[in-house]
C-alpha cells in the first residue's frame, strides 16, 4: 500500500541512480522478504502498540516545558 501511495512521488522526488526500484516486482520481493521475517499474523496488536506509543509520545511533548 505505501508504494502505491508513495512510490511515484518518491522516483520523481529522488531521481537518482541509487533510488530505490519502485516497480510491482521489486515491491513484491521486499513485501516477500520482510513477511518471511514478520509475518502479518499479529499486526493488529503490534499497530495497536505503536499508536500506543505515538499517543504516549504526543502527551510527553505537550507537557514538557518549552525550552
Known sequence: DYAKRYGQ???ETINSENAF????????RVHDE???????????????WR?????????HKRQAPNS
Open 9 to 11: 512521488q518518491n522516483r
Open 21 to 28: 526500484d519502485w516497480s510491482e516486482s521489486a515491491v513484491a
Open 51 to 59: 499508536d500506543r506509543r505515538l499517543m504516549a509520545l504526543a502527551a
Open 34 to 48: 520482510r513477511r518471511q521475517k514478520l509475518e502479518l499474523e499479529g499486526i493488529a496488536l503490534r499497530s495497536a
